[in-house]
């Protein structure tokens, strides 16, 4: 070929290339807004940004924080879906841009180099730190809060991730500390996340640290769990670490606390989902249910933290491969 005519194909590649990249980041954005990555047998979007298209961290941070921005503007969402900006320029965007000055922002991408939209993003972002002040073109001051101003958070809860709520609450309010008395929920919740992040300690308890209590019906098999807004179905993961209770026998754990024990210590404290590496939030897993005449065997028992248990139970036939015990040696 002449020089003009791999030009030219080279020219092409590179049109080939934004569009690939724009259409990477827009499935990316959809895969993380539904949560697809759990029909795919992923507990997260990192685990399956890792396993399943090999990214790096740092690489799944830039996409996520892309994605994210995404949904909060949706300027530079249209701009992108558009082919107006490319990856690094919407990159470079979602740093600094706010639903106020995103329009700006897009602006200054579109008649400047990616070196040079580097650099003012750059500056941005130093004078927003030394001002406290959000990251902006005319770095305009923003209205003073009030020292006191509430801060509202949302969360929404699955049924079972709600009951642990009640119940983590409730286990710190039953603790008597004399700080807590008295205390709202706001500084309840806080405790509790202080001593989640503080971890406690390195072996594991014989007992689960918390109970949900769930009812199951003898006669359909069905589970529900009370919680403050009314009886919520219970997943099949609550009954593989569970405590039964029978009006005609003795309570009974599904699982002895000296096999519970063995298997939080051969698994090493860590969820052994490939990739996961929790260390909160553990549950003990059947690999053969119960039901089907699974025992308590070290060789069926697995540890996985409460994300991927709930995975290891959706009948997923990769899902439950990925939740299989290691090879024996």
Known sequence: MSASEVHTRLEAALR??????????????????????????????QLYAAGALGFTPAKTSQFVRLAGALEDLPALRRSVAAGELGWTKAREVAKVATP???????????????????????????????????????????????EDAPVTVSVTFTAEQFARYEALLESIRKRGD????????????????????????AEAPAAPPYQVVVYT?????????PTGHGARPAPAAVACDARIHETDRPNRATIPPTARREAMTRAGHTCQTPGCGRTRFLEVHHVKPRAAGGGNEPGNLRVLCAACHTLAHRGDPWVKARAAPPPAR
């Open 16 to 45: 080939e290339l934004k569009r690939a990249e724009r259409n990477a980041v827009l499935l990316f954005a959809e895969i993380l807004r539904r949560k697809l990555y759990r029909d795919l047998g992923y507990a997260t979007i």
């Open 100 to 146: 106020a000055s995103e329009a700006r922002w897009i602006e200054e991408a579109g008649r400047s180099s990616s070196r040079e939209l580097e650099r003012r993003v750059r500056a941005a972002r130093k004078r927003s730190r030394r001002t406290c002040e959000p990251p902006t073109l005319l770095n305009a001051p923003a209205e003073p809060i009030p």
């Open 178 to 201: 004399r700080e807590l008395r008295g205390a709202g929920r706001a500084e309840v919740l806080l405790a509790a996340l202080h001593d989640l992040a503080a971890g406690e300690a």
């Open 217 to 225: 019906c003898k006669e359909c098999g069905r589970s529900q769990t």
